[in-house]
Every structure is written in structure tokens, then in C-alpha cells.
């Protein structure tokens, strides 16, 4: 919206402004992101795939095995704590995936747009990874099926190792070009493998019921069901397996990726009509009839079928057949890969069955890597991603991401032993979900105003409870590999940190900050101000931070891991809402970019001394802003006197609120363009003579030169507060005023800061009485050891009379300030006194020409700060090194007491 269209907006009467709910209906659908293609319901686009996801690999050809190792009762176990686990991140998915319309990219999207970029790029890096692997692992199982089947047959076309793995690489490339069709052709496919799953599963249930039918059969140990077959099978009995001694845990590294396909609906959220509703309904759901058909798997064939036997007939004759304690038997649950063929009435179905479970969820899984990398390349998360995100087509297919997945599962089948790793998948999983878990009770637990899941069946503290199921049981699984993923997501999130410094989710962990600094704002008050836990907190009148960079670089500086900051931008006149935002949006950007923590606020419409007392007003206890600290103005003699009051004004502000106040004038030529300019205006302090400046050795000479020379010195010198490059120089302090001890923390500061630590400091004070000198400088030199602050060099200085160049310029800057307005007639008085300390020009001059940088107090004054203020300091610091000037407050910010 345009500045005009927006003063236009205002001016609009009342009763135009009544809003109208269509209007914004609309305008909230169309910051929804839609993506074309075809839209699928919850039954299609979730129910369906996680079923299918959830029968995968080890439904017929796994199953069994466990069920041999782990006996009925520790299967049952097994089962019911992966659905302990399923479920309790099923309600934990439910319940972020209905708060709010929810995009494609599955647990990657839900995570990082809940608790952050990092840990969701992490996760979901991990996610895809283990999804390709799970593919592989399918396509394998898939390619034993068609083996089995063939050898069945009297075919061996398949058996050799070349055969098999070409055979894997051509199913993983077919299903591939099936996904990149699109989901309603892919939808279809996997229709008809729902059903052969499901007729193989009643297959199951109905040959164990009509029970063996031929010797054969019962020799391999089918004995339908008996009761003694049950309790043989309902204890566990681990074994050796390939050498490693099986267990519990190692069984259930097995197991649970079998359940892992819970967020097969979340992978394809983008495809969903309605995500939020449809998530949770189909996930609960597939979870019920899933689990269900495992628990009806192991109690089955355990009531069913003995573990070993050896498939002899004739050894069933002599009952010899159980035997198998001097032989490898080769029938049972413990060996017969093919048991589930083998108890079934039709054996047949059995392999469709298969063929169904495997190629359902690798097609399931390779429709969820693209989309997930999709997704991630389009939030430029990692770089290299980027590419594979671009869309093709009417319904933005990634076929990059496509190409990608096909290829690095085609590598996994070719490498083939992918069974040696199902507890890295498992681990992988139980960390998505143990971070899902987290992100849900993170987000309920802190409670931001934007948390409203229209699921309501979740419970924060079960959320947690889950989190750490999931991480207990992950490490019990497999301590290396949980170090393993461990560090692969600390690497993986300080990638992605680097990255995304300027991405903006609206997380939890924002939540979190935000609410923690709001607590701990209101426990200030509480907090009893101490010297010693004095924190400078500063009010930097920069403007755009930008266009003052040495001021702000001083500011934080000072700042910097010891106070706050905070830069404020003064416009007077007034900005529309989308020239503020530019405004602060630039401002933000810059203090970011440059490493310097500060806030940054736009006040319009209002002058500087009045936005002073806002901001004052504004702090809260210790979080008060101390010190208020400008850039000289350098046109003060040129402005119109409002002006220069207002900029006055700052000090008196400060004064009343009890603030310090520094004034930072880098450079003793700012209103000069050429050196001409600025002798001249010496020359102008005297008409009838030539400027004389006083030397080191309080001898006149003609000034002209040493002005040429002064400008060229300082207009040419590269002076920053912060830079790379460190200072060799000298650093002064003149404390000739009490200011709380402020010059010295400052001091202190530059002293111990990578630019300034190399150079010398040294401290100066005055007195106007010579016997005083030796007694002074030797107090100076212990009360710095009792505030424990080191100088190079110091030295007390006896006053002396002001020089006639020093009073002679003086007096012309006041001829000058008289000139501009009557006002000036107010404060004549006092010039008096106040020409009685010009001295400190000469002295300054004289000790401190030639150093890096001088930190100057100045007096004290109960009365307002006036034109002679500016009068005085101008005289003071004219053709100076850069000076750090300090109007104390006289409170104390340095102690001795420890």
C-alpha cells in the first residue's frame, strides 16, 4: 500500500471503515499457500498411506522372526511401547498440525516453524535420509518376495547377486517415475496394494484356523492351534544372530520402524484439503487397525506354529522332527523366511501380500523425501538444497528432488546390507519424535497467544513424558548410533544457524525468550541498586545508526556484555506506519550486520528533548537508561537557536533524571569543507593580528600553519571506536570533574577492548595550588588502586592563566553566539566564571596534542545548560584529537568496598 493510499485510508468517514468479513476472509486465504494439483481427503491422502507405510517390510517377512526371539509376550511388549510412543506423538502431531493451516514438508514443517529453522533442518535432513534408506530397505524386501516366489516356481532367474540388485535398481527407478506422475495416479496404485495386504493378512488368520493339511506342514512345525504351542511360544528365547547376541532393545530396533509411518499423512500435507482435520483423524485411525493386525501377526502364529523343526516327513513319523539341538533346522519361526506362506490357506496371496507391504511404503517414502527437500529448498535452509526445489509442471513437481532420491536409494539396494542398520532408522525416527514431542510441550508449556490446536485430546505434560520415552529408548537401542545422530544434528543445527540469522517462524523458542525477558523485567523493581552491579545503559541519539557509525560503535563499546543499548532514531516530522517499518527494518538490519547488539527505535512527529523524557519515562528499574550520549553539533553556531536549544535541551533532560551525559566529537573540523575555511575563521578571532598559538614551550608563534597542519591531521586521519586494526597510540583521561567515576569505567573499557588494549593511557588532573601537587598526585595514584584500574602514566598539573589566544577566541565565539539571539543577554552573567577554567584549553593542548583519543569531564552545572555551554566546549576542544566528553551525573558507578 502506497503512502497515499494509506493518509487516504485514514481520512475515510467512520461508518466507511466498518470492516466486512468477506473482505477479510479473503485477504486471510490468500496468505495461505496453496499448492496446485490434485487435493485428497483424509481417508486418501492419510489413512491410506500410513497403513500402508505402517505394513511395510516386516509384516510377512519379519514377523516371525521376532516373534521366535522375543516369544508373545515380549513381542506383545515390544508392540504396545512403539505404540506408546506412536501415539503419544500422534496426539503431539495433532495437536501442532491443527494450529494452523499446515504446508508441505511433513515433521520438518511442524518442527521448524514450531520451535525453530535449526532443529527442524536438522531433523529433517535426518528424516529424508532415513526415508531413503527405508525405501531401499522395502525395494530389498520386495525383491526377496519375488525371489521367493519365482524359487517356488522352479525359477532361479533372480538368484544371482547381479540379477537381484539390478532387479532392486529398476523397481526403485519404475516407482519413481510413478511418483512423479502425481499423487492421484499414485493414489490409485496403492489401492490396489491395500487390498492385497489386507487379504493376506486374513489369509493368515484363516489358514491358521483351518490348520496344516499335509505331513509336510505339520513336519515344520504347523500345528494349528494348541494351547501347548501358545505357551511354548510365550516366553522369549534371544539367540545368536550373525553374531550378535540378540536382546530386548536390539529386537526393537527392529520392530519399530514398522511403525514409523505415522507421519506418512504430514509428509504430503501440501496435497491435503484440509491438513488440520485430516491428519489427525486418519493417523489415529491407521494406528488402531495397524497395531491390531501386529498384535493379531504374534498371537496368531505363536498359537500356531513351533519355533524350530526340521521339514522331514519322515522325522515327523519317528517324532524326531523337534530335534534341533545338533543341526540347523531349517522350518520354524526362527529360520523359515517363508512361514507366512506356509500357514496360510492360499500361499499365493501371501506374496502379493508382499509385494504390497514393501512397494507401498517405498512408494510412500519416495514421494516424502522430494517433498521434504522441496520443501527445505524453498526456505533456503542449506544452500545446496536450493536446486532441488524448483517445481516443474502444473503441480510444481521437484523433479530434481525426485532424481535425487531415486539415485541415492538406487545406491543403497546396489550396496545391499541394509539390515545391519535398521537401528540407525530407529534412531533417527525416535528423535524426530522425541523432538516433536519436545516442540509440542515447548509451545503448550510457554503458551503464546497464537497457540489455539483445534485438537484438543493432548496433554503437555504427556508430550514431555513421550520425549523422554523416545530418548531413554533410543539410547537403549543403540548408544553408538544415538551418539552418532546426536552429533550429526548439533553439526546440522549449526549449519542452519549460520543460515537462517534472519528467519522469522514465530516459534516457541521466541515465545520462550520473549517471556523470560518479561519475567525477569518484572523482578527488576526487586532488585536493589548496588555500585557494584552498576551496567551502563545508553540512549544513543543516532538516527539512522548507519550515518553515525562512530557513535554507535562507542555506544556498544561501552555496552557491550555490560548494559543496553539503544539507538533512537528522532524524525520531526510524521511517517506513515510503512515509512517507519522501512525505517526500522533498515536501521535493525544494519546493527545486525555490523555485530553490534543494540535496540533501535523510530520516534515521528516529535523533537529531541521531548522524545528524551519519553524514553526516560519509558525504562523500568535498572533497565532505566543512565547515560545519554550524542554527537557533537557542529553547526551550532549556524542553526536557528530553537534548534540549538532543543540539542541543549538533551543535557538538561538528562540532568533532571539524574543521567549522565556524553557528547562525542570525533573530529575538531566538521563544519569545515577546506582548511582555508577553518584558518579563517581564526584569523577572525582577532582582526588585527594573526592567531597565536601557544607551543610546548609557552613560546607565540604564527598560527596559520599549525592550523593547515591540525586540519590535515585530523581531516585525513581514519578514526573509528572499533576496528580491526588496533591502536599503538596514547589515550588521556582529564578528570577534572566529578562524574561518578564514569571517565574511568570508559577508560576501563577501551583499555580492555581488542582495538585499544595496545595503547597508552595515561590520566591528568589539575589543581590551582602548588603545594597540593606532590599530596594530589600521590591520592590520585591510591584511590586508583583501591578502584583497581591501571594507568601508564599520571600526573597532577598546576592551573595557570588562560592565554590570550584561548580568551581571544573564547570572546569571539561569545560576540558570535550574541549575534543570534537575545536570549543570549539571559546568560551573560555568568561568563565570568565560566572563563576562569579556559585554562584547561592550554593545558590540554599542551599534554595531550598528539594523543589518540582524550576522555574530558565537565563541570557540573545545577543551573540549565545554556549557549555558554557550547562556548565552552568549543573552545576547549577545538582542533583537538577525537574527544569523548562527559557530563557526569555525580553518581556514584565505582566503589573500593568489595
Not at 90 to 118: C, D, M
Not at 324 to 339: A, I, P, V
Not at 467 to 490: E, K, L
Not at 776 to 799: G, N, P, S, T
Request: proline share 3%; hydrophobic share 40%; net charge positive.
Amino acid at each position: 500500500m502506497s503512502d497515499h493510499e494509506e493518509i487516504k485510508n485514514e481520512r475515510r468517514p467512520w461508518i466507511d471503515q466498518i470492516q466486512s468479513f468477506n473482505e477479510l476472509y479473503r485477504e486471510e486465504e490468500n496468505k495461505i499457500e496453496v499448492s496446485p494439483g490434485i487435493k485428497l481427503g483424509w481417508v486418501k491422502g492419510v489413512l491410506i498411506p500410513c497403513l500402508l507405510s505402517i505394513w511395510g517390510v516386516m509384516l510377512f517377512l519379519r514377523m516371525q522372526w521376532i516373534l521366535g526371539q522375543a516369544g508373545i509376550f515380549h513381542s506383545i511388549i515390544i508392540i504396545f511401547i512403539a505404540l506408546l510412543i506412536i501415539l503419544i506423538t500422534t496426539f503431539s502431531l495433532s495437536a501442532i498440525s491443527t494450529n494452523g493451516k499446515v504446508k508441505g514438508g511433513g515433521l520438518y514443517f511442524i518442527i521448524s516453524r514450531s520451535i525453530g529453522p535449526e532443529i527442524g533442518a536438522s531433523i529433517g535432513i535426518l528424516l529424508a535420509f532415513a526415508n531413503t534408506i527405508s525405501a531401499a530397505m522395502n525395494t530389498i524386501g520386495f525383491c526377496l518376495s519375488l525371489k521367493s516366489l519365482l524359487n517356488s516356481r522352479g525359477s532361479t532367474i533372480i538368484d544371482s547377486n547381479l540379477n537381484f540388485r539390478a532387479l532392486g535398481v529398476v523397481s526403485i527407478i519404475i516407482m519413481s517415475i510413478l511418483c512423479c506422475i502425481g499423487m492421484d495416479r499414485e493414489a490409485e496404485v496403492q489401492n490396489a496394494l491395500l487390498i492385497a495386504i489386507i487379504v493376506g493378512i486374513c489369509n493368515v488368520i484363516i489358514g491358521s484356523i483351518n490348520g496344516p493339511q499335509t505331513t509336510l506342514a505339520k513336519a515344520s512345525g504347523f500345528t494349528g492351534f494348541n494351547m501347548d504351542t501358545f505357551k511354548q511360544n510365550w516366553y522369549s528365547d534371544y539367540r545368536m544372530e550373525k553374531g550378535v547376541q540378540q536382546s530386548f532393545f536390539t529386537i526393537f530396533a527392529v520392530f519399530f520402524p514398522s511403525v514409523t509411518g505415522i507421519q506418512a499423512g504430514a509428509n504430503i500435507s501440501g496435497d491435503l484439503k484440509d491438513p488440520s482435520a485430516s491428519i489427525p483423524k486418519g493417523t489415529l485411525l491407521s494406528i488402531l487397525i495397524t497395531i491390531t493386525s501386529y498384535i493379531v501377526l504374534i498371537v496368531v502364529p505363536g498359537s500356531v506354529q513351533l519355533r524350530e523343526a526340521s521339514g522331514n516327513e519322515t522325522e515327523f513319523q519317528n517324532g524326531s522332527f523337534l530335534d534341533c539341538s545338533f543341526r540347523n533346522c531349517t522350518k520354524g519361526l526362527y529360520k523359515d523366511n517363508n512361514l507366512m506362506q506356509s500357514i496360510s490357506l492360499w500361499p499365493i496371496t501371501i506374496y502379493f501380500g508382499c509385494f504390497g507391504a514393501t512397494i507401498s511404503t517405498a512408494l510412500t517414502a519416495l514421494i516424502s523425501v522430494p517433498k521434504l527437500l522441496q520443501r527445505m529448498g524453498q526456505d533456503d535452509v542449506y544452500p545446496l538444497l536450493k536446486y532441488l526445489a524448483k517445481g516443474y509442471g502444473k503441480s510444481k513437481e521437484p523433479y530434481r528432488a525426485h532424481v535425487f532420491a531415486m539415485l541415492v536409494s538406487s545406491i543403497l539396494v546396489i550396496i545391499g546390507e541394509l539390515n545391519d542398520i535398521a537401528s540407525l532408522i530407529s534412531t533417527i525416527y525416535l528423535s524426530a519424535y522425541a523432538m516433536l514431542n519436545l516442540c509440542t510441550f515447548h509451545v503448550a508449556y510457554f503458551k503464546p497467544l497464537g497457540w489455539r490446536p483445534t485438537y484438543k485430546f493432548y496433554n503437555k505434560w504427556l508430550s514431555l513424558v513421550g520425549a523422554i520415552v523416545c530418548v531413554v529408548v533410543m539410547i537403549s537401542v543403540d548408544q553408538i548410533m544415538s551418539a552418532i545422530v546426536g552429533c550429526a544434528i548439533c553439526i546440522l543445527y549449526i549449519l542452519a544457524s549460520i543460515k537462517n540469522k534472519e528467519i522469522n517462524w514465530g516459534s516457541s523458542k521466541q515465545t520462550q525468550q520473549i517471556k523470560t525477558v518479561i519475567r525477569n523485567v518484572y523482578k527488576v523493581n526487586s532488585i536493589q541498586y548496588h555500585i557494584k552491579n552498576y551496567l551502563p545503559n545508553i540512549i544513543v541519539f543516532s538516527g539512522n545508526p548507519e550515518s553515525r557509525k562512530k557513535l554507535v560503535s562507542l555506544a556498544h563499546l561501552i555496552t557491550k556484555n555490560n548494559g543496553v543499548q539503544m539507538c533512537v532514531n528522532i524524525e520531526k516530522i510524521s511517517l506513515t506506519p510503512r515509512q517507519k517499518k522501512i525505517c526500522l527494518d533498515k536501521g535493525i538490519r544494519w546493527l545486525r550486520n555490523s555485530g553490534i547488539k543494540s535496540l533501535y527505535v523510530v520516534i515521528d512527529n516529535i523533537e529531541l528533548d521531548i522524545a528524551t523524557h519519553i524514553i526516560y519515562s519509558c525504562g523500568h528499574g535498572q533497565l532505566r537508561p543512565n547515560i545519554a550520549m550524542i554527537g557533537y553539533k557542529s553547526d551550532w553556531l549556524n542553526c536557528p537557536y530553537q534548534d540549538l536549544q532543543t540539542y541543549l535541551n538533551i543535557f538538561n533532560v538528562a540532568n533532571m533524571n539524574n543521567m549522565s551525559t556524553i557528547m562525542v566529537r570525533v573530529s575538531s573540523t566538521e563544519s569545515y569543507d577546506d582548511q582555508n575555511l577553518l584558518i579563517q575563521d581564526f584569523k577572525h578571532l582577532d582582526k588585527n593580528e594573526d592567531i597565536l598559538y601557544k607551543t610546548q614551550s609557552n613560546q607565540n608563534i604564527r598560527n596559520q600553519q599549525k592550523v593547515a597542519d591540525c586540519f590535515v591531521r585530523i581531516k585525513n586521519k581514519e578514526f573509528s571506536f572499533e576496528k580491526k586494526k588496533q591502536y599503538h597510540g596514547t589515550v588521556d583521561v582529564w578528570w577534572l570533574y566529578n562524574d561518578g567515576g564514569l571517565s574511568l569505567i570508559i577508560a576501563y573499557v577501551l583499555k580492555h577492548s581488542n582495538t585499544w588494549k595496545n595503547c597508552k593511557f595515561r590520566i591528568f588532573g589539575v589543581t590551582n595550588r602548588f603545594e597540593c601537587l606532590s599530596e594530589e598526585k600521590h591520592k590520585l595514584k591510591q584511590l586508583l588502586a583501591l578502584y583497581r584500574i591501571d594507568f601508564d602514566y599520571m600526573d597532577i598539573i598546576l592551573a595557570n592563566t588562560t592565554g590570550p589566544t584561548t580568551m581571544t577566541y573564547f570572546n569571539s565565539l561569545l560576540e558570535r553566539a550574541a549575534s543570534k539571539e537575545n536570549q543570549f543577554d539571559d546568560c551573560s552573567s555568568h561568563t565570568e566564571h565560566i572563563a576562569e577554567t579556559l585554562f584547561l584549553r592550554d593545558l590540554i593542548e599542551l599534554h595531550s596534542y598528539n594523543s589518540d583519543l582524550i576522555i574530558l569531564t565537565t563541570p557540573k552545572n545545577n543551573e540549565e545548560i545554556n549557549i555558554l555551554f557550547m562556548c565552552w566546549i568549543e573552545t576547549i576542544s577545538r582542533g583537538l584529537p577525537p574527544c569523548i566528553i562527559i557530563n557526569g551525573s555525580t553518581e556514584p558507578v565505582l566503589t573500593v568496598n568489595a
